[in-house]
């Protein structure tokens, strides 16, 4: 089967001033597959992120979506992201939780039209899934960080994107609902067939659900299938990447939650 191409970089590097943080990056990602993105803080995760979002030009090489040139891209709608700090609604927000998932299916049905019954009925089944059912008329400024953070998963699970980008989603969920949300997300997978990037410090767990696995430091370290990647031992490891990756893979293997 030859899959279509849903991402391609081809030598792509990014400076925010004078340091390249992103150093000739060239990476192919193929409808179905669920990509974990892994490296050390700093080490570019976030920025190529953007740049594949177009929130950043890069300073050299070329990015196309769905085989279309980033410039000319216009189907922003196909592609869903939850950011690393989602949680940055005051308390004085004036909306619900319900009207913020809601929102999540504008994109799919446009702007100048009334929600249906089915928008609502899909919010809600987004919001059971991240177990904030019991939230839909809270004010979302009111919840925790990790409230907020399942809210805005729920939102992007609404708009049911064909490829789904999360940076780090994680972070301030606590573990039981970091478990369930890995399943899902490798049920939006397999189930729906939607492509998915997640960026991740917690490599063992990752490893376990993704196809295929991405460890970055500026450049591309590693990019293969998750299976190679576990057969990796620590030597290998040490071999490819040294010491940085070597702090990266240690919660993998004393067990540790790392850092959900
Ligand atoms: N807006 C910015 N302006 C200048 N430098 C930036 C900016 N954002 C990030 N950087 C720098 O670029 C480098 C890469 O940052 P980035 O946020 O992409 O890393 P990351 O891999 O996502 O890290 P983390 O795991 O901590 O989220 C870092 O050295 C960072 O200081
Ligand atoms: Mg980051």
Redesign the pocket.
């Known amino acids: 089967m030859n899959a279509k191409t849903i991402l391609e970089m081809s030598d792509v590097s990014f400076k925010?001033?004078k340091?390249t943080?992103?150093q000739n990056v060239s990476l192919s990602i193929k409808e179905g597959e669920f990509l974990g993105l892994v490296?050390?803080?700093?080490?570019?995760?976030?920025?190529?992120?953007?740049l594949m979002l177009g929130l950043l030009k890069p300073t050299a090489g070329k990015i196309s979506l769905f085989d279309q040139p980033i410039r000319s891209f216009k189907q922003w709608e196909d592609i869903g992201f939850v950011s690393?700090k989602a949680n940055s609604f005051n308390s004085g927000f004036p909306a619900t939780v319900l009207e913020v998932v809601k929102m999540g299916r504008v994109s799919k049905t446009g702007m100048f039209r009334f929600f249906t019954r089915r928008d609502k009925e899909q919010s809600i089944e987004a919001l059971k899934t991240v177990e904030m059912e019991d939230y839909l008329h809270h004010n979302i400024g009111e919840l925790s960080g990790g409230q907020q953070q399942r809210v805005f998963i729920a939102r992007a699970l609404v708009s049911e994107p064909k490829f789904l980008i999360l940076?780090?989603p994680t972070v301030g969920v606590d573990a039981r609902h970091v478990a369930d949300f890995y399943d899902l997300l490798e049920k939006l997978n397999k189930e729906k067939g939607i492509t998915l990037l997640m960026?991740s410090?917690d490599i063992g767990t990752i490893t376990e659900h993704a196809s295929h696995v991405v460890c970055?430091n500026k450049t591309i370290h590693f990019h293969g299938h998750s299976e190679e990647y576990k057969a990796f031992s620590d030597d290998d490891l040490n071999r490819l990447y040294g010491h940085a990756v070597q702090q990266l893979t240690h919660n993998h293997h004393n067990g540790e939650a790392g850092e959900l």
Request: charged share 25%; net charge negative.
């Open positions: 925010y001033d340091e943080v992103v490296g050390p803080n700093g080490s570019g995760k976030s920025t190529l992120i953007k690393q940076d780090e960026v410090h970055m």
